[in-house]
C-alpha cells in the first residue's frame, strides 16, 4: 500500500533561494507544456504528446529566453510534465465516466502565489537521513541537505520526495512509500461493540452503539469561529497595493488563518476516527452526497464539517485496526423511519428536532433515530433478542433528553 508520510522542513536562507528558483522552474514549464497543448487545440492541430513535450523542454534549456532552466535538477521538471499528462488524462477520464467520484476540471495555470512543490523521484539521487532526536535530513540535488523534523522514522526507503511550499510560507516534505497495510491486533479486552453514526451540522456526529449506550460529538465550526479574524485579514489584503511587500505580508495571513482551522479540523477528525474503530467492532456510516450538499445553502457548513474526511479517515484506520464499516446507500430513509417500529412517517424539514410515531407513539430524537437506523440497515444488530423482545425497540425508547450526555468531544490521544 501506498502511503506518503509528511514533514515541516526548516530550510537554509539559501537553500530557500534555491527552493523557489526550482518552484518557478517547474510552473513555467507546467504553463508553458500547458499553453502549447491549448494552442495546438485552437488552431486544430495535433495535441503535442508527453514525449515531444520533454523534447520541446530539452531544446528550451539551450535558448536564451529559457537557459535558466538548466541550472536546476531535470527530474522535478519532467515531473511537472508528468502532472499535466496526469491532470489531462483525468479530465478526459471524468468527461467520458472511466473515472469514478466527483467531476475533474481541466488543468488551469499555476499561480506564483499559490502552493508551489517539486517531486524527485528515487533516480534522481535523492538519500534521507534519519540520525534521531527528532531531525531528519533528505538530500536533494542542487539544492543540498534539507533539515525537516522527523517526528516518526520511515519504514522504508521512499520512491518520491515531494518539497511543498504552502500559501502561508512554510516548507514541508513528503515521503511516499510502499509498505505492507499493518493490522495492529487489538488485546481480547478490548469492546467488541458495533457503532451506527449519523452525521451531521448541530452536531458533527452522533453515535449509537449496539448496547444502547449513545453519544453527540458537537460540531466545533472551524471556520464560522475564525470568520470575523478571516474577514479582518482579507479586508487589510484588498487594501493594499498589488506588488507590494505589505500585500505579501497580508496575504500570507489570510493564508495562516486558513492553515489554522485546516489543521484544527484535520487533528480532530483524525481523534475521533482513531477511537471509534479502537473501541467497535464494526462501524456503520450512511453514503452521503457531499458534492451535491455543496451546491445548497448550507454549502459553507457542509464543507466546514468535514464529512468526507472524517468517513475517509474512519475506512482508513479500520484497514488498520482490523475493523469492519459498513456502508449503507444514500437513500436510505434513516431520518423518515421510526426506529421502534419500522413504519415510514415521510420526510420531515430540518427544523423538527424531535417526532411521536403515529403508529407506536415513540418520541424520537432525530439524530439518534437516524442513528438506530443506519445501525440497523447496516445489519449490525439482531432484530430480536434471546428472550423474543424487539432490539430496535429497545435502542430507540430511551429518552431523548435524559440519555443526552453533555457536550463531549474527542478524547486528547494521539492520531495514527
Not at 75 to 94: C, K
Not at 102 to 121: D, L, M, N
Not at 286 to 308: N, P
Request: hydrophobic share 35%; charged share 25%; net charge positive.
Amino acid at each position: 500500500m501506498l502511503k506518503r508520510y509528511r514533514y515541516r522542513a526548516y530550510p537554509t536562507g539559501e537553500q530557500q533561494h534555491a527552493l523557489s528558483q526550482l518552484f518557478g522552474c517547474c510552473r513555467v514549464v507546467f504553463n508553458d507544456a500547458l499553453a502549447a497543448r491549448e494552442s495546438a487545440r485552437r488552431a486544430c492541430r495535433p495535441i503535442p504528446s508527453k514525449g515531444e513535450l520533454s523534447a520541446a523542454l530539452t531544446a528550451a534549456k539551450t535558448t536564451p529566453e529559457r537557459a535558466w532552466l538548466a541550472e536546476v535538477s531535470s527530474v522535478p521538471l519532467q515531473q511537472s510534465l508528468a502532472d499535466l499528462h496526469r491532470a489531462y488524462a483525468n479530465f478526459f477520464d471524468s468527461r467520458t465516466g472511466k473515472r469514478k467520484g466527483r467531476k475533474v476540471g481541466a488543468p488551469r495555470f499555476k499561480k506564483r502565489t499559490h502552493r508551489q512543490s517539486a517531486r524527485f523521484t528515487r533516480n534522481a539521487g535523492v538519500g534521507v537521513l534519519e540520525p534521531g532526536g527528532g531531525s531528519g535530513f533528505v538530500r536533494l540535488p542542487k539544492i543540498g541537505r534539507v533539515r525537516y523534523e522527523s517526528s516518526r522514522p520511515l519504514p522504508v526507503d521512499p520512491s518520491s520526495v515531494t518539497v511543498i511550499r504552502e500559501a502561508d510560507g512554510r516548507h514541508y516534505v513528503s515521503f511516499v512509500v510502499d509498505e505492507p497495510v499493518p493490522v495492529v491486533v487489538l488485546p481480547e479486552s478490548a469492546s467488541a461493540r458495533c457503532a451506527g453514526i449519523d452525521v451531521g451540522l448541530t452536531d458533527l456526529a452522533v453515535i449509537v452503539y449496539d448496547d444502547g449506550t449513545r453519544e453527540k460529538i458537537d460540531n466545533p465550526r472551524w471556520l464560522r469561529s475564525k470568520e470575523r479574524g478571516l474577514a479582518r485579514a482579507q479586508r487589510a489584503y484588498s487594501r493594499t497595493m498589488k506588488g507590494s511587500r505589505n500585500r505579501d505580508k497580508a496575504r500570507r495571513r489570510v493564508a495562516v488563518t486558513h492553515r489554522k482551522v485546516r489543521e484544527t479540523r484535520w487533528d480532530h477528525h483524525h481523534k475521533l476516527a482513531l477511537r471509534l474503530v479502537r473501541e467497535n467492532q464494526a462501524v456503520a456510516l450512511e453514503g452521503l452526497s457531499v458534492a451535491g450538499l455543496a451546491r445548497t445553502r448550507v454549502a459553507k457548513s457542509v464543507h466546514d464539517a468535514g464529512w468526507s474526511t472524517l468517513t475517509r479517515l474512519i475506512v482508513e484506520k479500520a484497514a488498520r485496526y482490523g475493523a469492519v464499516v459498513h456502508t449503507i446507500g444514500r437513500w436510505e430513509p434513516t431520518s423518515q423511519v421510526c426506529a421502534g417500529c419500522g413504519v415510514q412517517d415521510g420526510k420531515k424539514p430540518l427544523d423538527v428536532r424531535v417526532w411521536v410515531c403515529p403508529s407506536c407513539g415513540l418520541v424520537l430524537d432525530r439524530d439518534y433515530n437516524a442513528a438506530v437506523n443506519v445501525l440497523l440497515a447496516a445489519g449490525l444488530v439482531e432484530r430480536v433478542n434471546a428472550c423474543g423482545g424487539s432490539v430496535r425497540r429497545v435502542l430507540a425508547c430511551a429518552d431523548p433528553v435524559k440519555q443526552e450526555p453533555a457536550e463531549q468531544t474527542a478524547p486528547s490521544g494521539g492520531a495514527a
